[in-house]
């Protein structure tokens, strides 16, 4: 059976796999067409060679999941962010967690500085890193939470309608922790109306890397056994494939507006060969707003 070392860690992972929203990259997405030189972002504001921008978000799950396990029965959650973006690349932001069964329900402060920058002329080569320091609203005072700080860093390749994206993340604090998630994305449109607004599908496959503790019995279990006693249990830390997860949103584009209505099939994998895990669904919403701030 897989053994989660503390409640702590869970809620850390669960919102470091992206640095605000857990089911895509939706900032990478939102650097690359604010930052990324794109012409319709720049007609739309009328924005000089130098700008900023304002951008605000709420999104909710149906479910709150790690790695596809689902956390808690029916436990839905909500985050909401707040960013600053520069042109040139910079960005500062803050994001924050609430949990409908977590005590606190309000669970943790994600502060954010990063910078992306186009590797090529066309600007379908992106690099951006990161880094988020977290603060743990907890009243537990026993819950241990050992990874405080993240390094992440992620390279997107893509051409009008079809990309790639590989996301690092570096957990630090009193330990170290590593996860991988590479995808796949693409952005279809389907009806243009007024001069940039427009609705399209953006459906993405990712799958995501990490470690887990697996539980085996020890050498020793069996003559444990055999003379009456407890069996030994030893616990190993091991890194691989966690879930596969297919995502399918329709967004909304309407002036600084976005809306996001997704649905999002995660197939978990262990590498524990004594438990398996079902495969889960779950709906999710968010809405964003831009302001431009020349």
Aim: aromatic share 16%.
């Amino acid at each position: 059976m897989k053994a989660m070392r503390t409640i702590g860690i869970l809620i850390l992972l669960l919102v470091s796999g992206f640095t605000s929203w857990s089911q895509t990259d939706r900032l990478d997405s939102l650097l690359y067409e604010v930052l990324g030189n794109d012409r319709e972002i720049k007609k739309l504001f009328k924005q000089p060679s130098a700008y900023c921008y304002l951008y605000g978000g709420l999104a909710g799950d149906s479910k709150t999941f790690y790695a596809g396990r689902e956390i808690g029965e029916d436990m839905y959650a909500l985050n909401g962010s707040l960013y600053f973006l520069h042109s040139k690349g910079f960005y500062l932001g803050t994001s924050g967690s609430w949990y409908s069964q977590s005590d606190p329900h309000y669970s943790t402060t994600i502060a954010t500085a990063g910078y992306l920058k186009a590797l090529n002329r066309k600007n379908t080569l992106i690099f951006r890193a990161s880094y988020n320091r977290y603060f743990y609203n907890s009243q537990d005072a026993e819950t241990s939470y050992v990874f405080k700080n993240n390094l992440g860093t992620s390279l997107s390749l893509r051409n009008k309608w079809i990309g790639g994206r590989l996301s690092l993340n570096f957990l630090f604090g009193e330990e170290f922790g590593m996860n991988a998630t590479p995808g796949i994305f693409s952005r279809i449109a389907l009806v243009r109306f007024g001069r940039y607004n427009k609705i399209q599908l953006e459906p993405e496959v990712s799958l995501f890397f990490g470690s887990e503790s697996v539980e085996y019995a020890s050498a020793g279990s069996l003559s444990g056994q055999m003379s009456g006693s407890q069996p030994s249990v030893a616990t190993e830390d091991v890194y691989g494939l966690l879930n596969t997860q297919f995502y399918l949103p329709v967004c909304i584009y309407i002036g600084g507006f976005d809306i996001e209505l997704g649905y999002s099939v995660n197939i978990p994998t262990t590498q524990d060969e004594n438990i398996s895990y079902p495969i889960s669904s779950f709906f999710s919403i968010s809405l964003g707003y831009m302001l431009s701030l020349n």
